[in-house]
């Protein structure tokens, strides 16, 4: 997590990764940048407190998953289960929040045998399933695609600004995917470990 003074915005920014998110009621914005992650914005109007995430994987296949771990934020189901604890304890109730969801964007062109994003189109089903499973209104998204993103969530007034980083040659695009990829295979590899030492036991 990491804070800067925006000219354009003249607020205050604050930049959450992966794994990360925050809430607040503001002036502050929360932004991120987002390839084949999803970031999901909830936001009670009646509390005024709204928070953002960003994982990369929909959910965690390990045999034993440590509640400790500072990397399970990085997949959606412990993702949500942070973001709603923390919007609670500010006073936010689950069935007056509301939901935009962003990301998931198709930007490493890998697909299965019948076509389909591997990690984008998966986070972003992970998404829409979890909030349609708590009946949270999704009141609007911007997901798929081939281009990165980069997200800018205003608590104040629930307004999300979207940037397509539209240059796929551009330094910032290259650099977030370069993480973001190797992000992903970590986590990937971490999980069919897991998966092979359950299998020996």
Do not use: W
């Amino acid at each position: 997590m990491n804070k800067y003074f925006d000219l354009h915005f003249n607020r205050n920014v604050v930049i959450i990764y992966p794994g990360e998110f925050y809430v607040s009621s503001g002036p502050e914005l929360i932004s991120t940048v987002l390839g084949s992650c999803v970031s999901i914005v909830l936001y009670d109007p009646i509390a005024a407190v709204g928070g953002m995430n960003h994982y990369m994987l929909a959910k965690d296949t390990s045999a034993v998953p440590d509640k400790n771990d500072r990397l399970l934020g990085r997949f959606g189901e412990y993702a949500m289960e942070m973001l709603i604890s923390s919007l609670e304890k500010r006073g936010a109730v689950l069935s007056r929040c509301i939901a935009k969801v962003f990301g998931g964007g198709n930007i490493f062109n890998s697909t299965t045998s019948d076509g389909k994003d591997l990690v984008g189109e998966s986070n972003i089903k992970f998404a829409f399933d979890f909030l349609r499973q708590h009946n949270i209104e999704v009141r609007s998204s911007d997901t798929g695609g081939i281009l990165p993103r980069k997200i800018f969530f205003d608590p104040t007034n629930y307004k999300v600004f979207v940037k397509l980083i539209d240059n796929k040659n551009s330094e910032e695009s290259k650099i977030e995917e370069s993480k973001e990829r190797k992000q992903i295979e970590y986590l990937a590899e971490l999980n069919r470990l897991s998966k092979e030492k359950k299998k020996k036991e």
